[in-house]
T-cell receptor
Framework: DTGVSQDPRHKITKRGQNVTFRCDPI?????LYWYRQTLGQGPEFLTY????????KSRLLSDRFSAERPKGSFSTLEIQRTEQGDSAMYLC??????????FGNGTRLTVT | GQNIDQPTEMTATEGAIVQINCTYQ??????LFWYQQHAGEAPTFLSY????GLEEKGRFSSFLSRSKGYSYLLLKELQMKDSASYLC???????????FGTGTQLKVEL
């Protein structure tokens, strides 16, 4: 069990650019979640997958955000035309059905 | 809507006991979780309550009252390494989805 892995750890981008983050969950876990966290706040739910199916998306997830989990293993989160308000820590988590979420260390995005 | 309230900051002394409270009003309830998060690190799972009562795990205990929409996390024999943010989260709906409070930043002093 190597834990949930996220790449990159840090990303600095200019406003208007597209960015993509990757998450590798714990291998046996069938569920994968994306959360966003800003300083002094708790994580906010963005979306989750069961295997390769995206089962729920938050209203926070605008049309500029898209997530995929094509083979039911790793997942990517893409943000198009980034805005300064997108600056945050993007956390990925995975779990078995009905078990606690295990979080990765996150990708810190800074939009300048 | 979902509303989860916990104090923003708390300070306690090494070796002491501290109780971090959490109140919630959510549409749906499938369990309450506590996570610990050190600065710049991932949240790590501490405890889970779905039935009323106290769950004890070493120096950490968590209590739940579903009728009151209330939980607390009790930390005993505080150590400096316990300085962290403690996140209360409610599982609502399907899919293990968690709604988090803003977190309580605990500072342990000598």
């Amino acid at each position: 069990d190597t834990g949930v892995s996220q790449d990159p750890r840090h990303k600095i981008t200019k406003r208007g650019q597209n960015v993509t983050f990757r998450c590798d969950p714990i291998s046996e876990h069938n569920r994968l979640y994306w959360y966003r966290q800003t300083l002094g706040q708790g994580p906010e739910f963005l979306t989750y997958f069961q295997n390769e199916a995206q089962l729920e998306k938050s209203r926070l997830l605008s049309d500029r955000f898209s997530a995929e989990r094509p083979k039911g293993s790793f997942s990517t989160l893409e943000i198009q035309r980034t805005e300064q308000g997108d600056s945050a820590m993007y956390l990925c988590a995975s779990s078995f059905t009905d078990s606690p979420l295990h979080f990765g260390n996150g990708t810190r995005l800074t939009v300048t | 809507g979902q509303n989860i309230d916990q104090p923003t900051e708390m300070t306690a002394t090494e070796g002491a006991i501290v109780q971090i409270n959490c109140t919630y009003q959510t549409s749906g309830f499938n369990g309450l979780f506590w996570y610990q998060q050190h600065a710049g690190e991932a949240p790590t799972f501490l405890s889970y309550n779905v039935l009323d009562g106290l769950e004890e795990k070493g120096r950490f205990s968590s209590f739940l009252s579903r009728s009151k929409g209330y939980s607390y996390l009790l930390l005993k024999e505080l150590q400096m390494k316990d300085s962290a943010s403690y996140l209360c989260a409610v599982q609502t709906g399907g899919g293990n989805k968690l709604t988090f409070g803003t977190g309580t930043q605990l500072k342990v002093e000598l």
